[in-house]
């Protein structure tokens, strides 16, 4: 695929995500940490989740475009394992519940707004770094996961990884705003 429709795409995406967690703010804390059961997550429990990741993965795909020295090149080649991840990221038409890690599971957490401009934060730092890496090869230049130590992702997977699983959890958030709207307007 072309390097530069990965990295539009993926600015476009992240703009959208951006948009909607922005959308957020208007509403009051009641609703932003409504829950429909005790198993669900809140609108702000999905949005801390995605900043949880984001503190891992933010500072390291900054590393790794600071210390690249691997040029730019016009294709990103996907690796099997990479767009595995990435593909299990995208949200379902019935959301595919997924375990979480323990220290990514915000459940029980004591939250407030402050978390949704924790993630826009992150999400325009995310933007800034998806223009950094036009400079670097999508293919070559390699980040570390979250989840071990040992696997490294190409740079064009980890981002499609970051932003899709933002995708699945701000739709989750919406979803979550919208059941908590609805038992009040009636």
């Not at 995500?17 to 997550?41: A, D, M, Y």
């Not at 600071?66 to 990103?76: D, G, I, R």
């Amino acid at each position: 695929m072309e390097s530069e429709k990965l990295i539009n795409d993926l600015i476009q995406q992240t703009q959208s995500n951006l948009h909607k967690v922005e959308g957020f703010k208007q509403l009051n804390e009641t609703i932003l940490n409504h829950k429909t059961s005790p198993t669900s997550w809140s609108v702000l429990e999905c949005v801390e989740h995605l900043n949880r990741y984001g503190d891992f993965y933010l500072p390291e795909i900054q590393r790794r475009i600071n210390a690249s020295t691997h040029p730019n090149t016009e294709t990103f080649k996907s690796s099997w394992l990479g767009n595995y991840f990435a593909k299990s990221m995208l949200p379902k038409e019935k959301l595919n519940k997924m375990k979480t890690f323990k220290s990514m599971d915000p459940a029980g957490s004591d939250l407030n707004k402050n978390v949704l401009n924790r993630f826009i934060a992150q999400q325009n730092t995310l933007l800034d770094l998806l223009e950094a890496a036009r400079k670097v090869s999508l293919t070559k230049t390699k980040t570390g996961i979250s989840i071990t130590p040992w696997l490294k992702l190409r740079l064009g997977d980890t981002f499609r990884v970051v932003i899709y699983h933002n995708l699945r959890h701000v739709l989750q958030a919406e979803k979550a705003k919208e059941n908590a709207i609805e038992p009040a307007q009636t």
